[in-house]
Structure formats: structure tokens, C-alpha cells
């Protein structure tokens, strides 16, 4: 035993002996070398253990469960030496939700005969199953009518030579859009350009009143259940000031409608819907007038709560970059009670998010070692309302504690995966900013290689908390894991992706599923690096010359845009 002893030591000095090297190769002090030591394995799965305890019931905003897991972190991060930093010097910054829940909801049509299943004919409404009208969390009653507009994908970057609205005028008229994006975008430019509440604001740029969604491939005809209702968030006076299914008074209504009706609309105007959806994707817009009117009724009725978002601050170090921020998030709520599977209905969110939450516990444990702390000030932000459409991040982003011109950067953590080692990872986003030299020295100094996104379709980018801050104007980035393994079959992707199917979003994600604690201490290990790297740099970041969230800053849209996890919804998946 003595000699087990001697060796775990041994082993454990020589680790500390490689991170000190690696960190003085950096040009980083031996001080920081050690203390990115003192983040524990078993303080992450302790953290992760008492925030998806049954007792939190799942942390949905506006809970007794929620209310318990801001108390735990806020002690946690106390003990840490981090100090408040949320509204009138406490820990906390109010998000008021709106829950908004539609009733009845009508839309007819009136002009060129409809044909095809659901259709109305040449005046009526279409089958009640072919569509959805989200409610409006603004306007408890909307009654209009106007012409329809097909216009391609409602895309409209000029700068990247694309424009569903040149050319066509649709002032005063309801969009018709599908899903999508030009071939030649990246994974992650499409996902930007088509999140929905990037559809609302562009269309009422142009002028339109209304949108509508209709769904062009009828392998994925499904429309979002809005049984539980959709939340945006209000300010204190009761006006929307965010939600991914609300822009503006100006546009009245938001529609999905299924392939069934679109493509009805279609052959009543004498288009083709399988040849102008190859036109678009070939990069081609196709906007054009629809032979329809439409008229539409709705009623929506509101629910409002309280939540909140956790905001604590380490100082920094230099007399004029500490009043800069380089912010590091992630979203303490989950799903609360829910549908049930497999007899249970109590929705854990252990890996989600609670790893990330215990991820930036970490960060903070290890800041409370550095005995001088970086050049700018770090913010440690656990934001409320992700799970209902990015939320608690947006209104942070929008309405931050701190002057949002001082926060130059944002390191999120969501749903890191901790479920075998980490070997290598890739940076969602980072490839848009100069974030990728931080995300290059933080990885190697792990021994960590940097990879290319192994699931572009999952738009992973667009999707989480970070975003919010990108569409703000400021460079953010998601670390998520590679596909390296250690059996060199480099397919971790395949095991996450049949990990997904069973846990994600379900019940089943709590403390008893498969978990690598010791890779959730590398990841918070990695995301510290890469935000201690931003703090001691001189120049903040900025964004690649020519990006597309360059060219969104330049044009002043960068607070007004998020985009859904998923498709607007409830709480329950």
C-alpha cells in the first residue's frame, strides 16, 4: 500500500511538474500552472449531484426548485472569493417571463383555388392540422388580412451577395418563407440567418406585417405543440423587450404552416415548390406574389413569473482594462416537471445543464487562487430561461449589469458532455473572431488539438447561450468535445449521438447516467485558460474582417436578434 502510495504521488507531482512547464513555455506564471490544479473532479460531480437532486425538481424558472439553485451557487461562488455583481449590489438581475398561450386562432384564405389534402378551396380556412399560429405576447387580440409574398429562405445579406427581398415590395404584406439556406453558407452563418427571430426582424425591415413558415420538405412535416405555451421576456411596465416569436407591434402574427398547404399555395400561384427549393439552395432567390389573401384571427391569453440570473464579478487587475469584461456563462435552469418517459417525469438536467454550472464553479475556484488576477475583470454569469429560447442570456446581453460596450467577450458552457475522456475538442464559433489564438494556446497547453465542428448539422453555434452575446456584438464561443477517443477509432460523435438519443432532454439525465467527472475538470480547466488569455491580452477582440457578425455589428443589428434552442415552445420537450 505504501508503495501505491509513493507512485499516486509520484504521478500526481509529475502532472503538476508538465501543466507548471507547459504554463511558463506560455509565458504564464507557475502560480497559474498550480492553481488550474485546484479545480476537483469530485467538487464537479458534487456540484452536479445537489443542483440535479430530486429535490430542485428540475430547476424550471420560477420555482421553489430554481430559487434552491440560485441560493447553492450563489454560496458556492461566495465561497470562492467572487463578489456580487447583479442589480443594486446583490447577486441577482430580474428576468421577468411572459408565458403566452394561444386560443382560439383562425386563418382563411380568399383568391386563386387551393387544391391538394387540407386545402379550403377558393375561400375558407385550410384544415386546422396544416398549421399553427404562435400567440402574441404583446397583443392579447390581432385580427388583419393582407396579400401573400413568397420570399425564398427571408433571407437578406447583401454583404454575402444574397437577398430573398431584392426586387419584390412587401409593405404592408404577410412573408412566406421556408426553412433553409443557400448551399455556399456555413453551418453556422445558415443557422444564424434563419433562426426565427432573425426571420421576424428582417421581414419587418422590409415592411411586412406578418410571417409565415411553411414547412418545404415532407419528410419533416411537424409543427410545434404550443399546448404549454411560449414565453418571451417583459419589462417591468409589461412590454416585450425579447422572444423568438415576437419583433415588433408592425408584425401582427407568426404562422407555421405544413408542406401539405404550402404546396397548395404553390399550384395555385403556378409555381413549383421541388423546383424553386433547388433554385434557392443553388443560391438563387426566388421571391414572387402569391394569388392569395390572407385573414387571420387570434386570441392569446398571458402568465406571467419571475426569475432570475446570477452575476458575480472577479476583479481585475489593471487600473483601466478592469473596467472590461470577459464574461464566462451558462444556464443553471432545466426543463422542471414534465412529459413523462419511462414512468418518470421529473426532468433532472444533470448533464444540462448542471456540468456547465459546476464548470464555472471550477473557473471561479481557480481564479481564487491566482494571487494577481488578470488584466480585466471577469464576470461569471448563470443565466436563467435558456431552456424557453436563450431567455435569461438575451436580456443579460441586452440589459447587462455592466456597460455593454465593456464586455468584450463571452466563454459559454452548455451540456459540456462529459461522458468520456476528453481529447479534443472544437470551438463553435470562434472561427468568426481573433478568439481562435486563445482557443489555440489554451488547447495545447492541455494537450488538447483543436477540430473542426464533427456535427455542422446540429448548428450548435446558434443554439446555446453564447449567441445571444454574438448577436449583442460581442465575440463568443461554445467549447464542445472532438472526436478523438482512445482507442484511435476518433468516432466520439457516434457514442455522443447514441448517448443523446437516451438522455438528452429526458429524465433519464441525471446523477445515475454515464459521466467522465475528470473530463469535466479538463473542460473547465480549457474554458479558463481561453477567458485568462482574452483578460490578459491588450487588444480586445474583434471579429474577422468581413464576417457576417461583423458586417451585423456595423449595421447596428446587433442587440435585436436571438435564436431558439428548438423551435419556440414550452418547457417540456
Do not use: C
Amino acid at each position: 500500500m505504501v508503495l501505491n502510495k509513493i507512485y499516486v504521488l509520484s504521478a500526481v507531482y509529475s502532472i503538476l511538474a508538465i501543466d507548471t512547464a507547459l504554463a511558463q513555455n506560455a509565458g504564464l506564471s507557475k502560480n497559474i500552472g498550480e492553481a488550474i490544479e485546484t479545480v476537483s473532479a469530485n467538487q464537479i460531480k458534487a456540484d452536479i449531484t445537489y443542483l440535479a437532486d430530486d429535490r430542485l425538481k428540475g430547476r424550471l424558472p420560477g420555482t421553489e426548485g430554481y430559487q434552491m439553485a440560485v441560493d447553492y451557487v450563489t454560496g458556492r461562488l461566495k465561497s470562492s472569493g467572487v463578489i456580487p455583481a447583479g442589480e443594486n449590489g446583490t447577486w441577482l438581475q430580474k428576468v421577468n417571463l411572459r408565458r403566452a398561450f394561444v386560443k382560439d386562432a383562425v386563418i382563411s384564405l380568399t383568391g386563386a383555388a387551393l387544391s391538394g389534402p387540407g386545402a379550403s378551396g377558393a375561400s375558407g380556412a385550410p384544415g386546422a392540422s396544416n398549421y399553427i399560429v404562435y400567440p402574441n405576447p404583446a397583443r392579447p387580440a390581432v385580427q388583419q388580412s393582407s396579400s401573400l409574398v413568397f420570399v425564398g429562405y427571408g433571407i437578406s445579406e447583401p454583404g454575402l451577395g444574397y437577398d430573398d427581398y431584392k426586387n419584390i415590395d412587401v409593405k404592408g404584406k404577410t412573408v412566406v418563407v421556408t426553412k433553409g439556406a443557400p448551399a455556399q453558407f456555413s453551418s453556422s452563418v445558415a443557422a444564424h440567418v434563419m433562426n426565427n427571430r432573425k426571420l421576424l426582424n428582417v421581414a419587418a425591415a422590409h415592411g411586412a406585417t406578418g410571417v409565415i413558415i411553411g414547412i418545404a420538405d415532407s419528410s419533416a412535416n411537424h409543427l410545434a405543440d404550443l399546448s404549454n405555451g411560449v414565453y418571451s421576456v417583459i419589462d417591468n411596465k409589461g412590454k416585450v423587450v425579447f422572444s423568438q416569436i415576437y419583433y415588433s407591434d408592425q408584425i401582427g402574427f407568426l404562422a407555421s404552416i405544413k408542406f401539405e398547404l404550402l404546396n397548395s399555395l404553390f399550384e395555385s400561384s403556378g409555381r413549383n415548390l421541388k423546383q424553386v427549393s433547388a433554385q434557392l439552395k443553388a443560391g438563387q432567390p426566388q421571391p414572387f406574389a402569391m394569388k392569395q389573401v390572407i385573414n387571420v384571427s387570434l386570441n392569446s391569453t398571458f402568465k406571467d413569473i419571475v426569475s432570475y440570473n446570477v452575476v458575480g464579478k472577479i476583479p481585475g487587475s489593471d487600473s483601466v482594462l478592469k473596467n472590461e469584461y470577459v464574461v464566462h456563462s451558462a444556464h443553471l435552469d432545466h426543463l422542471g416537471i414534465a412529459k413523462p418517459v419511462e414512468g418518470d417525469s421529473l426532468y433532472n438536467g444533470a448533464h444540462d445543464n448542471a456540468s456547465g454550472i459546476a464548470s464555472l464553479l471550477g473557473i471561479a475556484k481557480i481564479y481564487q487562487q491566482i494571487k494577481v488576477k488578470p488584466k480585466r475583470s471577469i464576470l461569471i454569469v448563470m443565466v436563467t430561461g435558456e431552456e424557453m429560447g436563450m431567455l435569461g442570456s438575451q436580456y443579460f446581453a441586452s440589459h447587462p449589469t455592466v456597460p455593454v460596450k465593456n464586455m468584450v467577450a463571452d466563454v459559454n458552457t452548455d451540456m459540456p458532455t462529459i461522458i468520456a475522456p476528453l481529447l479534443s475538442v472544437t470551438a463553435l464559433g470562434a472561427e468568426h473572431s481573433s478568439l481562435v489564438k486563445q482557443v489555440g494556446q489554451a488547447a495545447r497547453f492541455l494537450g488538447l488539438s483543436v477540430e473542426p465542428d464533427p456535427e455542422p448539422a446540429q448548428a450548435r453555434f446558434t443554439r446555446s447561450d453564447q449567441y445571444s452575446f454574438v448577436v449583442a456584438g460581442i465575440p463568443a464561443l461554445h467549447i464542445k468535445y472532438g472526436s478523438k477517443t482512445e482507442d484511435g477509432k476518433n468516432n466520439l460523435n457516434e457514442t455522443v449521438a447514441k448517448w443523446r438519443a437516451k438522455y438528452y432532454h429526458k429524465p433519464q439525465d441525471d446523477i445515475n447516467g454515464i459521466f467522465n467527472f475528470n473530463a469535466g475538470k479538463k473542460y473547465a480547466q480549457l474554458n479558463f485558460l481561453i477567458g485568462y488569455l482574452v483578460a490578459e491580452e491588450q487588444n480586445r477582440p474583434k471579429w474577422n474582417s468581413g464576417d457576417i457578425f461583423s458586417l451585423s455589428s456595423q449595421n447596428g443589428q446587433g442587440s435585436s436578434q436571438g435564436s431558439p434552442h428548438h423551435v419556440p415552445s414550452a418547457s417540456a420537450p
